[in-house]
């Protein structure tokens, strides 16, 4: 089936991991009775990130959305599956640069305490049963049918997602949204966000081997 | 979620109450096709108490709509809270169902 989901991108820098801790992170079994808890905390996140509520509802759901295909389709409705969900803050430099086309030489800058995010960037990862990113399309509109919805409305909703397999077994799902006011706020000039950066890596790529 | 279900002179409305997500859906699948059972002329969901829904209740309504299609029954959705309805104009499917602001609206379209 073709992929008309597409959103503006569904990869580049801001699919990258950053290589800085995340700022907040949950674990939780692959049990839907924990959807709504995960929604609150994401969405109380993204309003002390600049959000508007309409925003933060979108994030909340494609967040949702993402754990509940997990949950059906990963760990095959399992009760005892483990999902981890990280975020972080996008800082404004690292925002600029990616919307002034600049590349990923920003990407996990971190954020001065005084500094206001530019976006967020969300990961979630489990050890499900792996599948081929290429085969996660969302459903071609046209097609009325129940079910099929969810990785569309991720896509539509997030500025970038990016799913991969986990080298430690299982499925990651990087997400990022940059809030709209965010080139305006934000400053190149800005201490660490001049040259280059190293390239990203993900020292917490295993949530399952941390405490 | 809870669930009420009443029977109008030319009307069927089933007004769920709470979020619809993946812990609840299939119970509202299960009410919807028990409330399209009797073939009513219409069958109205009242969403003015659903303050979210996910992909998981979006499909339970297109299979209820499909339902209702097959055996002429017209399903309207009826007072849809802006995370409701965000969904639905995410999915482009405002333009797939009938729409209404409240349950008086809902009867008379």
Request: a neutral charge.
């Amino acid at each position: 089936m073709p992929n008309t989901a597409a959103g503006p991108q569904t990869g580049g820098a801001l699919a990258a991991i950053p290589a800085t801790p995340p700022h907040l992170r949950i674990e939780m079994l692959s049990q839907a009775r924990y959807l709504s808890g995960a929604r609150e905390l994401v969405s109380a996140v993204c309003k002390r990130f600049g959000f508007d509520d309409g925003a933060c509802g979108q994030i909340a759901l494609a967040v949702d959305e993402a754990l509940c295909n997990v949950i059906r389709h990963g760990y095959d409705k399992r009760a005892d599956g483990r999902i981890w969900v990280s975020i972080w803050p996008v800082a404004a430099a690292e925002a600029a640069a990616l919307r002034g086309g600049s590349g990923p030489g920003g990407v996990g800058l971190s954020l001065r305490p005084d500094e206001e995010p530019a976006g967020v960037r969300i990961v979630i990862d489990d050890q499900a049963r792996q599948v081929d990113p290429e085969s996660i399309k969302g459903r071609a509109l046209e097609d009325i049918r129940p079910g099929g919805l969810g990785v569309f409305i991720i896509r539509q909703v997030m500025d970038h997602a990016r799913f991969e397999k986990r080298a430690e077994g299982g499925m990651r799902l990087v997400m990022a949204k940059l809030l709209n006011n965010a080139a305006a706020a934000s400053d190149p000039s800005r201490p660490g966000s001049e040259g280059p950066h190293a390239p990203p890596h993900a020292p917490n790529a295993s949530p399952d081997r941390k405490g | 979620m809870e669930l009420k279900v009443e029977k109008l002179d030319n009307a069927v409305v089933v007004s769920p109450t709470g979020d619809i997500d993946l812990s609840c859906s299939r119970d509202f699948q299960q009410w919807l096709k028990k409330s399209l059972e009797s073939r009513p002329p219409r069958l109205i969901v009242d969403l003015a108490n659903v303050p979210y829904m996910d992909s998981s209740g979006v499909a339970t309504l297109v299979e209820a709509m499909q339902i209702a299609r097959r055996q002429s029954t017209k399903l309207v959705l009826s007072g849809l809270q802006p995370k409701v309805r965000s969904i639905f104009e995410i999915a482009r499917l405002d333009r797939v169902f009938t729409l209404a602001a409240d349950l008086n609206q809902a009867q008379a379209i």
